[in-house]
Each structure stands twice: as structure tokens, then as C-alpha cells.
């Protein structure tokens, strides 16, 4: 079982940018498939990045050109680099980590541990 701690959420302007943090408990550095989802009220968690052990990531179409996962397996720390935000982008995001093969890596089901969630919220 591996504990997350997500932070850096907050509320910005629509254009603006956000740097989210997942602090992990364990060495991310043995841990497979990590992920950012994010989910509003009244909807399924949506996958916007995801990153494998080696650093290949993928990217929810929503998402893509915007958002940058990364992974620092140094300080076991998961990070999303958000810009060029849109009100469309308001959500709880929450991470998660481990379980997940690769082709499941964008789908919440696939995934065994997740933190409480950080909320982002972007105004026009």
C-alpha cells in the first residue's frame, strides 16, 4: 500500500498556470504506472496523464498540449504542470499510483492506491 499526498492546487485565472505535487510514501522509483485524474461532482474520474516506471507518459486529448506528468523518483514525487488553463479544467485532481499495466494507464479502475484529492479551480 502506498500513501499519496497531493498539493499545489488552488484557484487561478483562466490562461494561468498551476504545478501539482504527489508525495509518495514509498520509492516511486519501484512503483509502475502513476497517474493525475481529476473528477467533478455528479461525474467518473476523468484521466488526464499518466507516466511509466521509464518516464513515457500519455495524455488525455483534453489535456494534451497543456499538461506535463512527471515523475522525480529521487524525492518520490509525482508532478503535473498545468498551463494554459480554461474554466473547463476545474476539478478535484487526485493522484494515484501502482497496479495499472500500461494499456489501462489513463483508466481509474486500473488503479490500487490514490491520495484525497487537490482541488483546482479556474475562473474567467
Known amino acids: 500500500q502506498v500513501q499519496l499526498v497531493e498539493s499545489g492546487g488552488g484557484s487561478v485565472q483562466a490562461g494561468g498556470s498551476l504545478r501539482l505535487s504527489c508525495a509518495a510514501s514509498?520509492?516511486?522509483?519501484?512503483?509502475?504506472?502513476m497517474a493525475w485524474f481529476r473528477q467533478t461532482a455528479g461525474k467518473e474520474p476523468e484521466g488526464v496523464a499518466a507516466i511509466g516506471r521509464g518516464g513515457t507518459t500519455a495524455y488525455g486529448d483534453s489535456v494534451k498540449g497543456r499538461f506535463t506528468v512527471s515523475r522525480d523518483n529521487g524525492k518520490n514525487t509525482l508532478h503535473l504542470q498545468m498551463n494554459s488553463l480554461s474554466v473547463e479544467d476545474t476539478a478535484m485532481y487526485y493522484c494515484?499510483?501502482?497496479?495499472?499495466?500500461?494499456?489501462?494507464?489513463?483508466?481509474?479502475?486500473?488503479?490500487?492506491?490514490w491520495g484525497q484529492g487537490t482541488q483546482v479551480t479556474v475562473s474567467s
Open positions: 514509498a520509492s516511486t522509483g519501484s512503483i509502475g504506472c
Open positions: 494515484a499510483a501502482d497496479g495499472a499495466k500500461w494499456w489501462s494507464a489513463l483508466r481509474a479502475d486500473a488503479y490500487n492506491n
